[in-house]
């Protein structure tokens, strides 16, 4: 029986050469492809595939954030971090969300086809470029942490600092989440409280150092970033 697998990345090249790549594999299929991890989480929730691969930089709801809530509406899906990023950091926050592994898009191919058999056998993979930088970011965890960590937010929270500074007005971001221009008002006004920021471009580079945001938003490519 095939591995069925969902690939979710916000540049449809990407998707679309993974399919093509994983398409030759006998025991791998894919059955669903989603441009963010709104739509990851979704589709994740109605398929049930074995494994989602996603990236950690996406818009509307980051990889990490998309893991937690896969892991939390459907147990049994295996999640997989396919990201450029290599700091120990992300993939610290991305295993401790409940992934299965992290692969790096430097990695080969196989590497990654490995990373799916290795998640479908309840394995965990890492990148070989990796495996030294967690083991020393493990060692380091007795040291205290930082103020201002995204630990210190709720999901609702981050959720919530990512399309801040992605750019999104009260009035949209009410919208997509389904809750009034009062309700963000008041979650805006706690997150500043808990990080003491005090303007949007502070909680826009904190959303890019905590990796709640990119700079690979295509509008940053294109255009300033609203600070």
């Not at 191919?109 to 290795?118: G, M, P, S, T």
């Not at 201002?148 to 999901?155: C, D, K, N, Q, W």
Request: hydrophobic fraction near 45%.
């Amino acid at each position: 029986m095939s591995i069925r697998v969902v690939l979710a990345d916000d540049h449809r090249i990407v998707r679309d050469g993974l399919a093509a790549l994983l398409a030759r594999e006998t025991d791998i299929e894919v059955i669903g492809q989603a441009s963010d991890g709104l739509a990851a989480v979704r589709l994740a929730r109605q398929l049930q595939p074995d494994v989602v691969v996603t990236d950690v930089s996406m818009p509307g709801l980051n990889g990490v954030e998309a893991i937690r809530r896969i892991r939390a509406d459907a147990p049994a899906v295996r999640v997989l971090c396919l990201s450029v990023h290599a700091e120990s950091r992300m993939v610290l926050a991305v295993l401790e969300a409940g992934a299965s592994g992290y692969v790096l898009k430097d990695d080969s191919y196989d590497d990654l086809a490995l990373a799916i058999r290795k998640a479908m056998a309840d394995r965990v993979h890492l990148s070989a470029e990796l495996v030294g930088l967690v083991v020393s970011a493990v060692r380091g965890r007795g040291q205290p942490q930082q103020d201002g960590h995204a630990s210190v937010l709720t999901p609702r929270e981050r959720e919530m600092v990512q399309l801040l500074s992605e750019g999104l007005s009260t009035q949209q971001i009410a919208q997509r989440l389904h809750v009034s221009p009062k309700t963000v008002a008041t979650h805006r006004e706690h997150v500043m409280q808990k990080l003491e920021i005090c303007s949007l471009a502070e909680l826009t580079r904190y959303a890019l150092r905590e990796g709640l945001s990119s700079l690979d938003l295509p509008w940053r490519n294109s255009a300033r970033m609203p600070l």
